[in-house]
């Protein structure tokens, strides 16, 4: 079965810095590229960040890029997501989620149960 | 960048048939997916390449795709169907590769 388990969430003030967590189990996770997507409080669905399976690629929205940085280790079956200078409108639970499909547009098939971030002094 | 627009709700009494419609500039050349979120829940795929419905998901969840307008259909609706519905399609000429409707929020009256 495939699981996604976020962690390190929690409240941090505007500015400070955060790293997520997201386990992966069930799957090959070395041969999937993983998927970042977060959802502020009663707001819809943003698509954050990904990485390929290598880690050789990544992509970040506009609304973080160069604040947050995405990474993997794939000896631990782990997605990271390093936030840093930490803005209210980041306030958001975060998912991890992959696409076990082999097409470019593939649905998002697998998601985690995510992690809250609340960014307030 | 790609937009998708859906309306903000949708009600049904138990029994009939919801109908929620995305609408994208030439949505029909694209691949549709379709995500369930209950509250405080992860969104689930309930539907992808426009009409495919993953394993466990009830033949009352169908899908069409044509023209300007992707539409998810529910047939018989249950009180357990109430949630937010989300489209989702990759644009592969953008640099905003993923996009997601803003959401419908299915009410059973």
């Known amino acids: 079965e495939v699981q996604l388990v976020e962690s390190g969430g929690g409240l941090v003030q505007p500015g400070g810095s955060l790293r997520l967590s997201c386990a992966a189990s069930?799957?090959?996770?070395?041969?999937?590229?993983m998927h970042w997507v977060r959802q502020a409080p009663g707001k819809g669905l943003e698509y954050v960040s990904a990485?390929?399976?290598?880690?050789?690629?990544?992509y970040y929205a506009n609304s973080v890029k160069g604040r947050f940085t995405i990474s993997r280790d794939n000896s631990k079956n782990t997605l990271y997501l390093q936030m840093g200078s930490l803005r209210a409108e980041d306030m958001a639970v975060y998912y991890c989620a992959t696409r076990t499909g082999t097409v470019t547009t593939s649905p998002f098939d697998y998601w985690g149960q995510g992690t809250l971030v609340t960014v307030s002094s | 960048s790609y937009v998708l627009t859906q309306p903000p709700s949708v009600s049904v009494a138990p029994g009939k048939t919801a109908r929620i419609t995305c609408g994208g500039n030439n949505i029909g050349s694209k691949s549709v997916h379709w995500y369930q979120q209950k509250p405080g829940q992860a969104p689930v795929l309930v539907i992808y390449?426009?009409?495919d419905r993953p394993s466990g998901i009830p033949e009352r969840f169908s899908g069409s795709n044509s023209g300007n307008t992707a539409t998810l259909t529910i047939s018989r609706v249950e009180a357990g169907d109430e949630a937010d519905y989300y489209c989702q399609v990759w644009d592969s000429s953008s640099d905003h590769p993923v996009v997601f409707g803003g959401g419908t929020k299915l009410t059973v009256l």
């Open positions: 069930g799957f090959t996770f070395s041969s999937y590229a």
């Open positions: 990485i390929s399976s290598n880690g050789g690629s990544t």
């Open positions: 390449y426009d009409s």
